[in-house]
């Protein structure tokens, strides 16, 4: 055979192999910590099906999965093709992977917590981690090995489909095989960033207090934060005809959602936004003016709310605290 078809080989071996590998890891996993009497013994239901999840169907579906792979092997010790095989259990892989990967943000939060709070929790732990079948590896090793696994058989599919030959049913199998593969891949990631976006928003609406204006809610599907930061607010006063800086500036916080600004003063003392004023993004605009014929700093700018949560037309003069600040925001804004 030629060195490519050599290396296809090696390839597709390298994938069958690293499955049974992953196999035995779950198996450890699921034999040693989730049927864990003692573990279960320290957890409430709850955090046991958080910290595991659905990692008994992960080793299912595996276990299936390298059936398959090697009753191919034994039926051709040269292979041509797994891309059909992968096909076969992509459905498979997708109703476990992207719960299970969806959770894994939960799995780390929930460690954490016990950790502090759970005095029987780490000795037991600990004492599971030290036995010979873990290797020396910690729970949170076995517990990422699922994201790890999905996102490898990608990258090993990409290989082997650039060492098959194009314009055969080898190649139109393997490519097949590596959309469905990348789009379950691509589903865990985007589940992950929103499940990151409601937590930030969750932990924000923890934070606002709407004392002056009226209440809105910060959970809603699609929304998430696309920048927030402090600058200082300038007051200007008509007198006499001219203009006049209040010498005091007021920090004032921007919190910029897809689809929402929000304006609020934070109090460190109680660690919450006092909300001011919110506009919808649709409404609102930010530009640059002449801020020296008023005898304000370069990096001063403009924010119109067009329409404010009263239905009504807002201005506010902020500084940014440099130029670069500045332009970022009125981009970002406008």
Not at 4 to 26: D, N
Request: net charge positive.
């Amino acid at each position: 055979i030629t060195p490519q078809q050599h290396r296809l080989q090696e390839t597709m071996f390298e994938l069958i192999g690293s499955e049974a590998s992953y196999l035995r890891s779950l198996t450890v996993a699921v034999n040693h910590f989730v049927k864990s009497k003692k573990l279960a013994e320290v957890l409430c239901s709850r955090d046991r099906h958080i910290l595991f999840s659905n990692l008994q169907e992960v080793k299912d579906v595996s276990k299936r999965f390298l059936l398959d792979l090697e009753e191919r092997l034994e039926e051709e010790v040269y292979l041509t093709d797994i891309g059909d095989i992968v096909l076969k259990h992509c459905p498979s892989f997708a109703k476990v992977y992207i719960p299970y990967v969806t959770n894994q943000m939960y799995q780390e939060q929930l460690i954490q917590q016990l950790v502090h709070e759970n005095a029987k929790f780490l000795p037991v732990i600990r004492k599971l981690e030290e036995q010979s079948m873990c290797q020396r590896q910690l729970l949170k090793s076995f517990l990422i090995l699922p994201f790890q696994r999905i996102t490898r058989l990608k990258i090993l599919l990409e290989k082997i489909l650039k060492l098959t030959l194009p314009d055969t049913a080898e190649f139109e199998s393997i490519r097949s095989a590596l959309k469905v593969v990348g789009e379950i891949v691509f589903e865990c990631n985007e589940n992950i960033q929103k499940m990151k976006e409601t937590e930030e928003l969750v932990h924000l609406e923890n934070q606002m207090v709407f004392l002056k204006t009226k209440s809105v809610p910060l959970i809603a599907r699609g929304r998430h934060l696309i920048r927030q930061g402090e600058l200082m607010q300038i007051v200007i006063q008509e007198v006499d005809g001219g203009y006049k800086v209040k010498p005091a500036m007021k920090p004032i916080y921007l919190h910029l959602f897809n689809d929402l600004l929000l304006l609020s003063r934070f109090l460190h003392r109680e660690n919450k936004y006092h909300v001011l004023d919110y506009a919808k993004t649709s409404k609102v605009k930010a530009e640059s003016f002449r801020a020296k014929c008023l005898g304000l700093p370069p990096t001063t700018f403009l924010v119109f709310l067009t329409e404010n949560h009263e239905r009504s037309f807002r201005e506010i003069i902020v500084k940014a605290s440099t130029e670069c600040e500045k332009q970022e925001w009125i981009t970002i804004i406008s």
